[in-house]
């Protein structure tokens, strides 16, 4: 599945026969999605309609990457799914590995990891990793590359998922996430990165802000006592090196002492209310998920 603001640019289609010659080959369904472009890219796709397998589907407004993410996930009838994004960084033979990969060690979603990814400059390389040690800090996390464009996902739990990632370009770390909270086996395969072909990439400062604060929903939604747990012991710790020597001198229990533990009780209070919450909602989400869908299970078979 690929997706792109802009896929094809004025050079032509740079990008698609290639994938769909190698698709048909393989005996693979292709799902192409435009979300919103605003160049001749619309018009362009239309000359691959007609392709055996393949499967176009255009928004009419900009939705975001993850959005458009979950539309082609959303239109998969096979058991697995890839995902590629359309600059022509990705290595179709990679697609082959991957899913060899997910057959043989069974796995529920494998991230293409970019060992030898192309130098994207000194700052960006710092934003990522800083988002994986802030990741790494709220939740058990082994994978490298945790925002890679390409992964390989078990379409049935990648459909039951989708709905609770966001549109924006951090549904891709997020649905990782997601998978490894839920338990399912998350492991990654080396892939290689060509020179984009089209396009630019939209990351930004913005962009990783943004990812942060959907991680640390996610990690408040599946695990809240991660996060208040911590910061109640630090307050009230705080509140005890700051009381006792003043306490021992004969002094009393200080205002910044009470302070601070009171601060310490009520996040200790709060992360177990979150936490009650947490149990129900995803008592909720899995009772919604194991729901049996027939038009799901119809694609399926």
């Excluded at 600059?87 to 179709?92: A, S, T, V």
């Excluded at 992360?271 to 729901?291: E, F, K, P, W």
Aim: net charge neutral; glycine share 6%; with cysteine.
């Amino acid at each position: 599945m690929v997706t792109s603001d802009s896929i094809l640019q004025k050079k032509g289609c740079i990008i698609i026969p290639e994938l769909i010659d190698f698709s048909q080959n393989h005996q693979w369904q292709v799902i192409l999605v435009n979300d919103g472009s605003t160049d001749r890219t619309p018009q362009l796709l239309r000359t691959f309609e007609n392709e055996e397998n393949v499967t176009i589907i255009n928004h009419k407004v900009n939705r975001g990457y993850g959005g458009a993410l979950k539309t082609g996930l959303s239109h998969v009838k096979t058991p697995f799914a890839i995902t590629i994004d359309g600059d022509g960084q990705h290595n179709l033979q990679d697609v082959e590995s991957l899913f060899e990969f997910a057959v043989e060690k069974d796995a529920d979603l494998v991230v293409g990891w970019r060992k030898s990814k192309q130098n994207s400059g000194f700052y960006r390389e710092l934003g990522k990793a800083f988002i994986r040690q802030f990741t790494k800090f709220l939740m058990p996390l082994e994978i490298h590359d945790l925002n890679s464009g390409m992964k390989l996902y078990r379409t049935e739990l990648a459909q039951k998922y989708i709905h609770i990632c966001p549109n924006s370009m951090a549904f891709s770390d997020v649905i990782t996430l997601v998978f490894i909270n839920q338990r399912h086996l998350v492991l990654e395969y080396p892939i290689t990165i060509k020179p984009r072909k089209a396009g630019r990439s939209t990351i930004s400062t913005s962009t990783a802000l943004e990812t942060l604060l959907e991680i640390l929903n996610i990690v408040l939604m599946f695990n809240p006592l991660r996060i208040f747990l911590p910061l109640s012991l630090l307050f009230i710790g705080f509140s005890l090196i700051w009381g006792i020597p003043i306490l021992i001198a004969g002094r009393g229990v200080s205002v910044g002492t009470l302070l601070l533990a009171i601060t310490g009780v009520l996040l200790l209070v709060l992360g177990l209310i979150a936490n009650q919450l947490s149990d129900l909602r995803i008592g909720l989400l899995s009772m919604v998920m194991n729901q049996e869908d027939p038009s799901q299970k119809e694609k399926m078979d």
